[in-house]
């Protein structure tokens, strides 16, 4: 197929950035957009243009590095999808393609398409690590019981990937469907607990100091998130919090 890509070029953090037309040819339904982007690149190259500058390492839906803003969603039209997974079939020959960087005031342009996400590293430094008895007396982690359907809800809170395509569609750029994600994985299990009330009050402390907005309960992460992290996860991280203010 034949496509019209309109790209964010942005030349580094203070350059103002335009969007710029290319046309790709011969474009496979099977190519990921990932590699239809790497073909682009490749035009870029052999005509001496600087080719575009994006986000990518596994490249299978696991590192959450992949962040592109595809014709106004999140990792693109698919749902439960990064942009590394998404393939060229859910587009049409003659297609225009806007193709822009994850935006929010805590995600800064570093270049193209690609955006400082550390805010994301700092608000998890935050929450530290769990305590584990070294004394020689160990519990293995294993024989510890934990109902299933608990062990479940951690797991699935635990899949977030930390790509920020939460913040980038949400109209106050709020981060809590992430944080929320990673204090629920700990919050739900015995081996969270005895930290839990640092956690999360130094992760939502964090959080803030990183400029992201609040929740006003839109639910529009909800839908973008390539991993489907529940909304359910940003009330037990509200619960979380009230009981670790009540105790001072
Ligand atoms: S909650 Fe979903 S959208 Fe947000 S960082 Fe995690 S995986 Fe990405
Ligand atoms: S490149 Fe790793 S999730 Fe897309």
């Known amino acids: 197929m034949n496509l019209t890509l309109k790209i964010w070029r942005q030349k580094d953090a203070n350059d103002k950035g335009k969007i710029v037309e290319y046309k790709v040819t011969d474009i496979s339904e099977h190519m990921s957009f990932l590699e239809m982007m790497d073909v682009l690149n490749e035009q870029l190259v052999n005509s001496s243009d600087e080719p575009i500058a994006f986000d990518h390492d596994c490249r299978e839906g696991i590192c959450g590095m992949c962040s592109m803003y595809i014709n106004g969603q999140a990792h693109g039209p698919d749902g439960g999808v990064t942009t590394c997974q998404l393939h060229m079939r859910s587009f049409k020959d003659g297609d225009t393609i806007y193709i822009e960087p994850f935006r929010a005031n805590a995600f800064p342009v570093i270049k193209d398409l690609v955006v400082d996400r550390s805010a994301f590293d700092r ?4 929450g530290g690590y769990i305590s584990v008895n070294t004394s020689g007396n160990t519990q293995d982690a294993n024989s510890i019981p934990i109902a299933k359907d608990i062990a479940d809800e951690a797991m699935d809170a635990a899949t977030c990937i930390g790509c920020g395509a939460c ?18 994985q700990y919050a739900l ?10 956690r999360v009050m130094n992760m939502v402390a964090q959080m803030d100091a990183e400029g992201f907005g609040n929740c006003t309960n839109t639910g529009a992460c ?3 998130c390539p991993k489907g992290i529940s909304l359910e996860n940003i009330a037990r991280m509200n619960r979380e919090y009230m009981k670790a203010t009540s105790k001072g």
Do not use: R, Y
Request: net charge negative; charged share 15%; glycine share 2%.
């Open 222 to 224: 909800e839908v973008e």
């Open 167 to 184: 913040v980038a569609t949400c109209k106050n750029s709020s981060a809590m469907l992430f944080v929320s994600a990673k204090v629920s």
């Open 189 to 198: 299990l015995p081996q969270g607990q005895v930290e839990a009330t640092d």
């Open 123 to 126: 608000i998890q430094h935050a």
